[in-house]
């Protein structure tokens, strides 16, 4: 066998035994039994890929433990589906070293068919609840985006005092938090009658709400000049935008380019939309 073939097989081996690793520890931690029973399927058939890589290579690898445990955490706090499929889709390399090595060894070709097709079947058939809520999320998200970056445009030009702003929009966010809240307890429990879950989305949206206020406010506590702060504002919105709009693409294979050219192309436009708005009314009335 050449150094190279070796080389990439073993690079696969332990490929395979860090993943019988994650989803071992993720199948022992896991409450809900449908979970569990996908998740430990999952390792099953890691370990075997794992068995035959050896018989190849008569070599024992050993899982790299920092990646196990940063797999492992960033699938129990950010959700499985968010941390099983980023996983997955890191492991594009694996992947084309079995397109390679099947010509020479037929058993890759199972092995890869499961890598592609099976696994990621078995992760979608996951249940999570913060996959459940997203669509609470984006609601709270989405509304104090759109909100704040056109009153804090506006209000920039209008006030020009960055500490009134910001004691103007805590208060107001906060009252505008409840109602979001409010509104999608309503609307959950007039859909479907449950008033566990409509409380449960009305709380997401609540908190996304809020936490979103806080975050692009926080520049109006601290920068005097109220310019400079609303630069950091619209900086700070984008951030958040492209993150929720990663895990989202990630987790539920969405195109993140595109969802997020269009939910910061919103942002901005009512943002410059307002911005004038203000400027005409400060003017001219």
Known sequence: MQKQTLKLLKFIQQDEIEGYEIYSRLAQKEKIEKNKKILQKIADSEKWHYAKLKKITNIDTKARMYRVHFYTFLASFFGLTFGLKLMENGERQAEEIYEKLKKFYPEMEEILREEEEHERELIDMLKEAKLWYMGSVVLGLNDALVELTWALAGFTFAIQNSRTIALIWIITGISASFSMAASEFLSQRQEDGDTKNALISS??????????????????????????????TLVIALIIIGLFNFYISVAKDYNFKRRFTEMAAISLSVALISFIIWWFVKTYL
């Open 203 to 232: 709380a997401y949206t609540g908190v996304a709400y809020i936490g979103t206020v806080i975050l692009l406010v926080l520049p109006y506590f601290l920068l005097e000049n109220p310019f400079v702060a609303l630069t950091s």
